[in-house]
């Protein structure tokens, strides 16, 4: 039997592929002060049918549960955010910066770039009203993707405002409640034919395509790009007005990460949402927030298609898999001392394997190559001397056994913190 379609098994080389990229986004959101939070895979069916808008709600796996409970998976971090900010937030010290790296469920077709459940990090600022939050989080999306071996020449993040299009929906008089219609096609004009979009804006063909081709300026979007020339990331940011994003709730800023080439889908997307913990909150607390989330699928497929980006993942992936020290028992009477000496190393933080079924010497140092040691210890007729061998340079040496801590120190690049 196979997964079903759009989910993927994670066997151990694409498990160690994910953890890498996981141990990267968590490292980079710690540096700019993030911290990590957690809510439930299922949630409440209303949570998302009034917030996200009705492309992710039309995608959501849904259910009625044993207790009669209308519930989905969720198809995104962010409503379930705002829901714990507006039930929790007086416990905390404002802005909260927090991230999250959730599975989520999408009923999507199933394409290149897109799957059924995808792992996404979600990074969010609440109760920041400053444009100086947006430029933090556009920065802080931009070394995200820096830190897999990126550059300005791979990737560029679009930084738009739904502000111009809702004063156009406002001067034109569309009554709002066909603005989320309006938005969404506008945000998936790029994909789609001219005449198709413009059958569906109507009257607002002419001048949503005016703004297109104009572009657009605003003191805010200046004051962003300028913050991010000062810290030296200008050249990954350009204003874009033909970003919208395809969910309902933002208000604001709004931006998309894609690699220059166009060759993928949006790789990151996200913006401000300033009235969705308010529309979550009993007493309608007013907390402005921005986030946005970046996912495993697409950032994936461009690592494996980068040279340096691969070679780097593949390196730091090689390395955490292999074993250190693989213990070769050469007489069977050795075995008591192997595998307490064994037991001491493992203590010590060194990651030490063996043959569980006792295997010629010979086919034992096969394994001790296979699994990628640095070192193999053998125990035979010298104890109580071991043989070290180093498996990089093939160079032997026979060490007393008590000193064969202190040898092992010797290789600086061994795990071992004792
Ligand atoms: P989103 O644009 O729907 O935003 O998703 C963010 C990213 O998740 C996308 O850019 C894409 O890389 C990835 N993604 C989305 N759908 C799929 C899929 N079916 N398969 C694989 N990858 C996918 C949100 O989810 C917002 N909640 C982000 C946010 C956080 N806004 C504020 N805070």
């Not at 709600?57 to 549960?65: A, G, I, K």
């Not at 897999?148 to 156009?168: C, I, K, N, P, Y």
């Not at 009993?282 to 497929?301: K, R, T």
Request: net charge neutral; with cysteine.
């Amino acid at each position: 039997m196979q997964p079903l379609i759009g989910f993927r098994d994670f066997l151990p080389a694409s498990c160690a592929e994910r953890n890498y990229i996981f141990a990267k986004w968590r490292e980079i959101a710690g540096r700019y002060g993030f911290v990590e939070f957690d809510g439930p895979v299922l949630e409440e069916l209303d949570l998302y049918k009034k917030k996200s808008g009705d492309e992710i709600v039309r995608q959501l796996y849904e259910f009625v549960d044993k207790g009669e409970r209308a519930v989905a998976l969720r198809p995104e971090m962010t409503p379930t955010l705002a829901r714990i900010v507006a039930a929790e937030h007086r416990q905390f010290r404002k802005p909260l910066k927090w991230f999250s790296i959730p599975q989520v469920f999408r009923y999507e077709r199933p394409q290149r770039g897109r799957l059924r459940e995808h792992f996404q990090l979600n990074c969010d600022i609440v109760g920041e009203e400053s444009p100086e939050a947006d430029a933090e989080l556009i920065a802080l999306a931009i070394d995200v993707v820096r830190a897999f071996g990126f550059t300005a020449q791979d990737f560029v993040v679009r930084v738009s405002d739904r502000e111009f299009w809702t004063e156009l929906l406002k001067l034109e008089k569309v009554p709002p409640d066909r603005w989320e219609e309006m938005l969404q096609t506008i945000d998936k004009s790029e994909r789609e034919p001219r005449e198709k979009t413009e059958e569906r804006l109507g009257k607002l063909a002419k001048p949503v395509f005016e703004i297109f081709e104009k572009g657009g300026e605003s003191a805010k979007l200046n004051n962003i790009i300028e913050n991010l020339r000062l810290r030296g990331l200008a050249d990954f940011a350009k204003v874009d007005v033909r970003i919208v994003r395809g969910l309902a709730y933002y208000t604001g800023i709004v931006f998309e990460v894609f690699d220059r080439a166009g060759k993928f889908r949006a790789i990151a997307g996200g913006g401000r949402y300033d009235q969705l913990v308010a529309q979550l909150s009993d007493n309608a607390v007013s907390l402005p927030a921005l986030g946005f989330a970046i996912g495993d699928v697409v950032l994936g497929e461009m690592i494996r298609a980068h040279t340096t980006a691969r070679a780097q993942m593949e390196k730091t992936v090689a390395a955490e898999r292999a074993v250190e020290i693989y213990v070769v028992t050469a007489k069977e009477e050795q075995h008591g001392n192997a595998i307490a000496t064994m037991q001491r190393l493992r203590d010590r933080g060194y990651r030490v394997d063996y043959s569980l079924a006792g295997a010629k010497v010979a086919r034992q140092f096969r394994l001790a190559e296979q699994n990628g040691a640095r070192l193999a210890v053998v125990f035979g007729d010298e104890w109580p001397q071991v043989g070290v061998k180093d498996l990089e340079t093939g160079e032997q040496r026979s060490v007393a056994h008590e000193e064969l801590f202190a040898h092992l120190a010797t290789f600086p690049t061994l795990s071992s913190r004792a």
